[in-house]
Each structure stands twice: as structure tokens, then as C-alpha cells.
């Protein structure tokens, strides 16, 4: 079957980019930097992404370009007849399931992105009730989640070339120039450098072990790595690109988005008084606030820049979504035979039926619960503590272990290959495993 592949570089770096950079980045590190101590747990989480996160990321980019085939195919190709393919079936299960609980908070961006633009969100609201009524009701966000699903949809059908690759060099530099003209806007308010203060001094005393597997789970999430996705995009990679430079600069902008994006909210928090929320809360109702109290004598302004902010997180989900759903949509189309358009809507429809239950979970279905969670929160602590860090762990030990040496090493083409080879073998395994452990032992 001929595969798709991307056409540049470029390309296969924003398109990693773009998964990366995401939700994660812009509403996630934000409130855990916040709430496990500024600055400390932002030095942690570098750690945790340049040992840990990293090597799987180019562990990833290893599997997928040498075996030019999705997640699940890539270990039959490399590894016939070994266990390790179980770690492609996780990659797609994990796949599943984060595209289903993330649609609906892209869901919820997106209604906020058009509530915004057509002047729904502007002074005089009560903006935590406005947001409790709208994600309880049993509709909207249903809608909404449909629609977001529909766009990525859309792009992943399109293929990888014309769709993802396309999309992603269109997008990705529309979100950087949004992003910096915000935090440019943001450090310039009036008592922005409180704000700054906050996130940048360290506080050490708030670093205890669920700091630490705080910062792996965010690092982890952040880079999208540990189920595939980049192992899935690499696949489409040619052979020029530098496996471990590319690596090295989707860190280098996950990591600049992630604290520009603690740039744009603390200081303009801390501008106008308000108190940071954590989750939710801080992008969906602290934020508008914020708009508010800083515009509020020029609705012009506060119509643009609460447009813009929205218009940026939407841009952020779509790159990642898409991302998620490719793994999935990969697996089906060269599994079963399937044309992409099919696969595609094969993974739309099931993430369709499953993000509705998680959309549910927050009115509806409140009382429905599995493990004494909701299916939004049960999906997230499948992923998040269990899935994505025993993948992380079995690709670095696959790479570092088992997979062929020379073919390792020729993928690698770096005169890094020996510091990697340690990484993969010993430092990532060894720190993922033990604070994948504690995370399991400590709930
Ligand atoms: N990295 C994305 C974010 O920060 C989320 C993601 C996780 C995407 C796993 C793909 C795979 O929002």
C-alpha cells in the first residue's frame, strides 16, 4: 500500500510540534506550576523532560522511521513475534482514549472561541455560573465535541501530506505569533512583574514526591509522548531528517509555548487582582474575568484579545487532536486494509460515542461512575498514570535493549548516538520505572 509521507523537514517538525503543544501547554503547566511551587517545579519538569521524556521521544522517532509503519505494525516489523507489540496496542487504546476526554475541553474551547468573536463573553456575566451551566447541560458541549471531532476529522482524512502536514505549517506558526503577542501584551500590564514573581520564584519547600511525578506525568502528556503518536508521525518522516535534532526542537518549542504561556497568564492575573484558579477554572472563568477587568473601559480591545487568546488554544487542541486521532486512524488503515477516509471514520464515530460519555460525566451522568470516577476522569488516570508511562518505559527498554544495534545507531546518525544509548537503556527506564511505581503505590 503506497503510505504517505511528509514532503519537508519543516513540515515533519511542525507536525510533531503541533502535537506537542497543546492543552497541555497552555492551560495544564500553567496551574501545576502554579499550585507544586513556581519555578522549582519548573526546574524538575526540564529534568524530567530532557531525561526522561525526551529519550522516549527519539526512542519513538526511531521505531516509527525504520519501520515505516503505525505503532502496532512497527513492532511486527522490528520485533516479529516478540511481546513488545503489546506496547502498540496500548499506544492505540491510550490513542482512544485521550482523544475522547480531550475533544471535550477542545469542545468547550471551541464554544468559548465563538462565544468570544461574536461578543457572548464580554463584561457583566457571571462567568463561573455561565461555565457550571454550560458544561452540565446535556447538549452544547455534545455539539460542540462533534464539531471539533468533525475538524480533526476532516484533517486526518485529508491524508498526511495534504491534511496533516499542510495544516500544521499553517497553523503552528499562526499560534507562535499569537502566543508571543500576547505575553508581550501581558508583561506590560500594570503590575505584571507580581505575576512573574510568583511563577519564577523557586519554593522548595513545596517539592515533595508527588512534585516529581507531577512533573513527569506533565512532561510526558506535554510532549505527547509514550503511546505512539510520534512514532506514528516519524513514520512518515524521510530520510534526511535528523532524528535527534528534530527531537531536540520539538522540546525546545513545547518548552517556550509552556512557559510563555505562564508569561500570559500569571502577570495579567495578577494585574487585575484576581485569584488563580487551578483546572479548569483558570482559562474558562478567571480568564474572562481577567479580560474584563483589564478592557473594560474598551470592549474593542477586550473583544480581540479574549478572541485571540481562544482562537489560540483552539489552534493548540486541533494540532494535538489531530495527532491522536492519526495513530488510531494508522493502525486501522493498514491493519484491516481500509481506505483512510473509512479508518478515519471508524475512529471518529468511536471517539464520537466515547467523548459524549465523558462529556456526560460532568451533569448527566454525574453519578455514574467506574472506580469511583467519572468516565472524563477515568479516562485521564487510565492515560496519564498508567498507560503513558509503562509505553514511555517499554519503548526506551525495546530501543535500548533489543531492537537491532546497527540499525539503531544508523536511524540515529548522531555523534549523540552513545550518550542516547545510555539514556534509553538505563537513565530513562530506570527513572520512569521508579517514579511510575511510586505514582501507582501513592494513588
Ligand atoms: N501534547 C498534547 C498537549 O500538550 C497532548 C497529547 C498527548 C497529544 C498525547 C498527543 C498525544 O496538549
Known sequence: MERGNFGSKIGAVLASAGSAVGLGNIWRFPTECGSNGGAAFILIYLMCVFFLAMPVMV??????????????GSYRVLAPGKPWVVSGFMGVLAGFLVLSYYSVVAGWTLDYTCESLVGNLMSGSDFGQHFNDFVSSPWRPA?????????????????VEKGIERYSKIMMPLLLLIIFVLAAFSLTMPNAMEGLRFLLTPDFSKVTKDVVISAMGQA??????????????????????????????????????????????????????????????????????????AFGGVPVLEYIFSGLFYVLLLLA?????????????????????????????????????????????????????VMGKGFFDLFDFITAKFLMPLGGLLICTFVGWDMNKKLVAQELDSRFTPLLMVLFSWVAPIGIGIIFIYGLISG
Not at 526512542?59 to 502496532?72: D, K, P, Q, Y
Open 59 to 72: 526512542a519513538e522517532f526511531v521505531i516509527g522511521r525504520s519501520s515505516h509503519s503505525n505503532v502496532v
Open 220 to 293: 510526558f502528556f506535554s510532549l505527547s509522548v509514550g503511546m505512539g503518536t510520534l512514532a506514528t508521525y516519524a513514520s512518515y518522516f524521510n530520510k534526511e531528517t535528523r532524528l535527534f535534532s528534530s527531537a531536540v526542537g520539538v522540546c525546545t518549542i513545547d518548552t517556550l509555548v509552556a512557559v510563555s504561556a505562564g508569561f500570559i497568564i500569571f502577570p495579567a492575573v495578577f494585574s487585575v487582582g484576581v485569584s488563580a484558579d487551578s483546572g479548569p477554572g483558570l482559562v474558562f472563568i478567571t480568564l474572562p474575568y481577567v479580560f474584563q477587568e
Open 317 to 369: 487542541a486541533l494540532t494535538s487532536s489531530i495527532s491522536m486521532h492519526e495513530i488510531c486512524t494508522a493502525y486501522i488503515h493498514e491493519t484491516f486494509k481500509l481506505s483512510r477516509p473509512k479508518a478515519a471514520t471508524i475512529v471518529t464515530a468511536l471517539c464520537l460515542l466515547m467523548g459524549i460519555a465523558c462529556s456526560l460525566s460532568f451533569g448527566l451522568w454525574k453519578e455514574v461512575t
Open 143 to 159: 455539539l460542540f465535541l462533534t464539531v471539533f471531532l468533525l475538524l480533526t476529522h476532516y484533517v486526518v482524512a485529508t491524508g
